[in-house]
């Protein structure tokens, strides 16, 4: 599906070693086992946590994001409130997202919550409520440079003078 609203993904390389040893437990754990067969059950094992974990932690995220993608900004506000709120509460699963969720994100869920609720609101024409929440996740994550974008875009607008 594709999708004409523009997403980022910033990866963070280092988080990929962790990644690779898991795999190679996983596949240590398969050559015990089944040596013919290592690659293939460890690859299968790999993608299957792989794809467990991301889709059902983050699923509040992944909600919102889907109605982005649809073009449902105003519902969308609610689904990454619910994920701020989730990761907020267990900051460690976002911490360490490169383990527990296998993920290779630079930004955290929290970040990108706080930066998606503020472009939902864009979206849907709420600029005053988009600029806080800008200003908020900058609050958090002081260099975000979506946040800063977003917020340099809002001020470009509002800072034009009348024609």
Same mark, same amino acid.
């Given at each position: 599906?594709?999708?004409?609203?523009?997403?980022?993904?910033?990866?963070?390389?280092?988080?990929?070693?962790?990644?690779?040893?898991?795999?190679?437990?996983?596949?240590?754990?398969?050559?015990?086992?089944?040596?013919?067969?290592?690659?293939?059950?460890?690859?299968?094992?790999?993608?299957?946590?792989?794809?467990?974990?991301?889709?059902?932690?983050?699923?509040?995220?992944?909600?919102?994001?889907?109605?982005?993608? !649809?073009?449902? &900004?105003?519902?969308?506000? *609610?689904?990454?409130?619910? +994920? =701020?709120?989730?990761?907020?509460? #267990? /900051?460690?699963?976002? !911490?360490?997202? &490169?383990?527990?969720?296998? *993920?290779?994100?630079?930004? +955290? =869920?929290?970040?990108?919550?706080? #930066? /998606?609720?503020?472009?939902?609101?864009?979206?849907?024409?709420?600029?005053?409520?988009?600029?806080?929440? =800008?200003?908020?996740?900058?609050?958090?994550?002081?260099?975000?440079?979506?946040?800063?974008?977003?917020?340099?875009?809002?001020?470009?607008?509002?800072?034009?003078?009348?024609?």
């Amino acid at each position: 599906m594709s999708s004409k609203t523009p997403t980022t993904r910033q990866i963070s390389w280092i988080s990929i070693v962790p990644q690779l040893i898991t795999m190679g437990i996983i596949m240590t754990f398969w050559y015990s086992i089944s040596p013919e067969n290592v690659i293939l059950y460890g690859s299968l094992t790999y993608l299957v946590i792989s794809f467990s974990l991301r889709n059902l932690i983050p699923k509040d995220h992944r909600n919102g994001m889907k109605k982005v993608k !649809k073009g449902n &900004f105003k519902e969308a506000i *609610s689904d990454f409130n619910e +994920s =701020y709120n989730f990761f907020n509460k #267990n /900051n460690w699963i976002d !911490k360490y997202r &490169f383990i527990t969720l296998l *993920s290779s994100s630079r930004v +955290s =869920y929290k970040e990108m919550a706080l #930066n /998606n609720i503020a472009f939902c609101y864009a979206q849907s024409g709420n600029g005053i409520k988009s600029k806080e929440f =800008y200003e908020r996740t900058l609050k958090e994550f002081p260099e975000s440079g979506i946040a800063k974008a977003g917020l340099n875009m809002l001020n470009s607008i509002s800072d034009k003078a009348p024609e």
